[in-house]
């Protein structure tokens, strides 16, 4: 029996923006952690959360797991700032639940608790070693396997964030995701989204356990992380060669750097092969 097609989200959409920052009836509304109500928490929080949130435990600690090992070799994982991260304890998680009652997603928690971290985010003062990435981990559900039921959450996700987006979409970023200026954008933020899922095989590093994953940044922090110069080439090698070791299949050719006027989009959700070719953006913007 084939699973049933994951859900789809047909209440989003501009003209109920307003409304929908307001969770529906039954959704979970936050973690008690340390006397407070979110769903956005600390990497030092992960071992804190009650039993009711058992996969959020699963979901982090499997995440951190990946970093044990020092990047460069088989079984590092490919990112080195991201290893400086999880070290230095900077890591944030979002946990967004799934509830069964309507079977979809709260993409209200995704939407709430990233406009806090963005919120929290000094663009102006961003430093690669005090850096703090947000991961979005949702919550596993068994009838989500392929990649094509991966991708319609994340364009979900993307879409609902646009509906309900405070802010205007920045002046300086274009609207058409095939411009080299155009990159993703919530609460006035210019974002880097990179997505993983368990359907990826071959390329490892875009596989990050049982569930979608969000690892959410802002986007200035790679031009400062790798900028247009010897040094920030050289970082830049670095990382794919580590790529290269840790996936079974060699780094995408849709990598590429803003600075450079490269596409953000073909990036953030990259095919599990290099043979198939990238995904199309079906975003509306208002």
């Known amino acids: 029996m084939l699973p049933p097609d994951p859900p789809t989200y047909e209440d989003s959409g501009p003209d109920r923006a307003g409304a929908l920052l307001v969770p529906p009836q039954n959704f979970t509304l936050g973690l008690i952690i340390n006397g407070r109500e979110q769903m956005l928490i600390e990497q030092a929080e992960c071992t804190n959360l009650p039993a009711s949130f058992n996969w959020g435990h699963a979901a982090t600690s499997h995440v951190l797991s990946k970093f044990k090992n020092d990047p460069g070799t088989r079984d590092g994982f ?7 991260s999880v070290r230095s304890g900077n890591v944030r998680f979002l946990l967004v639940p799934y509830n069964v009652d309507i079977s979809k997603y709260d993409f209200h928690v995704l939407a709430n608790d990233l406009r806090s971290y963005i919120d929290q985010v000094d663009v102006k003062s961003l430093h690669v070693s005090r850096h703090r990435p947000l991961l979005v981990l949702f919550e596993p559900v068994a009838i989500f396997t392929t990649a094509d039921q991966f991708q319609q959450v994340f364009i979900e996700a993307m879409q609902f964030l646009l ?25 006035g933020c210019e974002l880097f989204v990179n997505v993983s899922h368990p359907a990826h095989v071959n390329r490892r590093s875009r596989n990050l356990g049982d569930g979608l994953a969000f690892v959410i940044n802002p986007r200035k922090i790679f031009d ?23 996936d079974d299949v060699p780094h995408s050719a849709l990598l590429g750097s803003y600075l450079l006027r490269e596409a953000q989009w073909p990036q953030y959700m990259i095919p599990d092969n290099n043979d198939s070719p990238p995904l199309k953006c079906p975003l509306r913007f208002k």
């Open 224 to 246: 400062i992380a790798a900028p247009d110069d010897a040094k920030g080439r050289r970082v830049t090698k670095t990382i794919r060669n580590n790529i290269d070791l840790y």
């Open 163 to 187: 509906d309900v987006d405070q802010e205007a979409w920045p002046t300086n970023v274009s609207k058409d995701p095939d411009h080299h200026t155009w990159t993703m954008c919530f609460q």
């Open 78 to 84: 490919p990112c080195i700032f991201g290893h400086n």
